[in-house]
């Protein structure tokens, strides 16, 4: 038995390779799918299954891709309706994998096909448990992304028994969920990426003896408003979609500036790849900054519209990652990359554009004399309640392509941006230019370097929650 978590940390999602006697079973791949098929070469063993645990929302799975080179079988649970073929497993159905036995458990909650996969051995004794999004370490599946016609309410209800349904396998086993801390289909996920049924019961709060009202309770309040982009990746992981070999053959296509140009021209975004520290320094105007050191994928699917054709502006050699990352959250209209990149732009004396970073302890000093400077705090809600600024403005960044929301800032107020360290507030800067505000400074560290600067004014947790 060969057991192998495939971990992306970007988007915080775990794939899994299993392979006995020659079989490999792959288990919620990603969109780029021949690192699967290359272990299974290198282990002289055959892909036989893909397993879906569940339509992803978060992500778009390889499932297609990884079927069509390999001519593996693709296995959702039981009530997922596809556009493409597949097969449908029975509850408690076996599947052979060499000498493993795969066994299907309906755990309905998170989806009404949430499925898990139990791994039993050659002695059919259980050994680990594939949950998908419905038990994490410490949190389970939010019940409100992919619901069709129920309520939450209605698939906590359900989720409810799957759990319970959980709970009767024994302490000793693994679980091996999809998604680690950071990911937004659970509300606050563990540090860990694994775990087991014991610690479960143990530690997470839905695996605890309790009445079903009262976890309906514990599993829907504190629900954040979930990703524009999830809707659309379930959408396309049940209807399916163009291969990413030829996502690759348009979207890589070195762009001239002429013909990068007519591409802006008509209508399409430019998203500059580059690291922040690097973007603020000089960029083609109109470029939204999203750089690839950070959670770039979920940002992308947050901020950018999916009908719109992109072009892109990356660090020489990087063309194919972005793409990549791009394809794994459903972009599909890449028209190619700016043939030399920046510094060709640049060095052609096109017109450029920069953002002026300050220092934490310049926006102290700025804040005593400047009465049209307005603080603009882009971290998430709950960063900000926990301390920020007294003056503060907190527009966080996944709501600043709402222009009603960024409307009532007057011309002459002067913006001063920041985040927690650094990476959000120049995406949030570079939208901000994009919609015609340029008095604007980017605070270099955010609020890491702000609350470290003596005698700033802040207002800390404990004031707020007064």
Known sequence: MYIEQLYTS???EAAYFIESDGEVAIIDPLRDTDKYITMAEERNAKIKYIFETHFHADFVSGHIDLARKTGATIIYGPNAKTDFEKYTAKENEDFQLGKLTIKALHTPGHTLESTCYLLMDEDRKPSALFTGDTLFVGDVGRPDLFSGNLTKEELAAYMYDSLNKLKELPDYVKVYPAHGPGSSCGKNLGPNTHSTIGEEKSNNYAMQEQSKEDFIKAVTQGLNTPPVYFAINASINQKGYSSLDELKTEGLKP????????????????????????FTEGFIPGSISIGLEGRFAEWAGALLPFHANIVLVSDEGKEEETLVRLARVGFDKIHGYLKGG?????????????????????????LNYDPKMVVVDVRKELEFEAGHVKTALNIPLHTLTDISIISNFEESDNLYVHCAGGYRSVIAASLLKRQGYHNLR??????DQIKLVPDM?????????N
């Open 342 to 366: 920046y510094e060709a732009w640049k060095n052609a004396g096109e017109e450029i554009d920069l953002i002026i970073d300050i220092e934490a302890d310049e926006l102290k000093m700025d």
């Open 255 to 278: 762009l001239s500036i002429t013909e990068f140009k007519k591409e802006i021209n008509d209508g399409a975004i430019i998203l500059d790849t580059r690291s922040a520290k690097i």
């Open 457 to 465: 004014p802040l207002v800390a947790s404990k004031e707020v929650l």
């Open 442 to 447: 980017n605070v270099l560290g955010g609020y």
């Open 10 to 12: 970007c988007l915080s």
